[in-house]
C-alpha cells in the first residue's frame, strides 16, 4: 500500500515522478519504433488481399463488358431477324442501350481499379460510391429494357395477328 503523500490527486491520472527520464530510454523508443514498425505491417498484411481482391473484381468486369458487347454486335446475330420497320427499331434501340449499359459495367471496372490502386481514404470512398450509383444505374436501364422488350414483343404479336386475319 503506497503512503498517502505518494498517492496523485487524480488517482486516473498518471504522474511521472522522472520526467524525461525514461521518454529518451533507448528501451522505450525502440519499443515505440517497433509498434509503430508493426502496425505499418498489420496494414499492409490487411490492404493486400483487398488490393488483390478490388484487381480481381475489376478484370473480371471490363472483361465482362467486353465480351458483352462482342456478343452483342457479333454474337447472337439477332439484326438479320429484322423484318420489319418495328424490327429494325427495336434492334436499333436495344444495340444502343446494350452499348450504353456496358459502357457504364466497364467504367464500374475502371473506377474499381482505381480505387484498388488508390488505397483507402478520399479517392476510394469516392470511386466505390460511384460504382454503386452505376451499378444502381444498370439495374434501372435494365428494368427500362424489360419494358421496351415486353412493348416490342406485344406490339410484333399484334402485327402478326393482323396479318393473319389479312391472309384469311
Not at 5 to 29: I, W
Not at 37 to 52: G, N, Y
Not at 123 to 132: E, K, P, Q, R, S
Request: hydrophobic share 45%.
Amino acid at each position: 500500500m503506497m503512503r498517502s503523500g505518494n498517492m496523485p490527486h487524480n488517482r486516473f491520472k498518471q504522474h511521472n515522478r522522472y520526467p524525461g527520464r525514461f521518454a529518451r530510454s533507448p528501451v522505450f523508443s525502440r519499443h515505440r519504433r517497433d509498434v509503430k514498425m508493426a502496425s505499418v505491417l498489420l496494414t499492409t498484411r490487411m490492404e493486400m488481399p483487398m488490393f488483390a481482391g478490388s484487381m480481381i473484381l475489376a478484370v473480371t468486369l471490363i472483361a465482362f463488358a467486353a465480351w458483352l458487347q462482342w456478343s452483342e454486335s457479333n454474337g447472337w446475330g439477332d439484326g438479320e431477324l429484322s423484318e420489319t420497320e418495328l424490327d429494325q427499331r427495336y434492334f436499333r434501340q436495344r444495340g444502343r442501350s446494350r452499348r450504353r449499359t456496358n459502357l457504364i459495367i466497364g467504367i464500374c471496372g475502371l473506377l474499381i481499379l482505381v480505387a484498388a490502386i488508390a488505397g483507402g481514404g478520399p479517392i476510394w470512398i469516392a470511386a466505390w460510391l460511384c460504382v454503386t450509383l452505376a451499378l444502381a444505374t444498370v439495374v434501372g436501364l435494365a428494368g427500362l429494357d424489360v419494358l421496351r422488350t415486353h412493348r416490342y414483343h406485344t406490339a410484333k404479336m399484334q402485327d402478326l395477328i393482323n396479318r393473319r386475319s389479312v391472309s384469311k
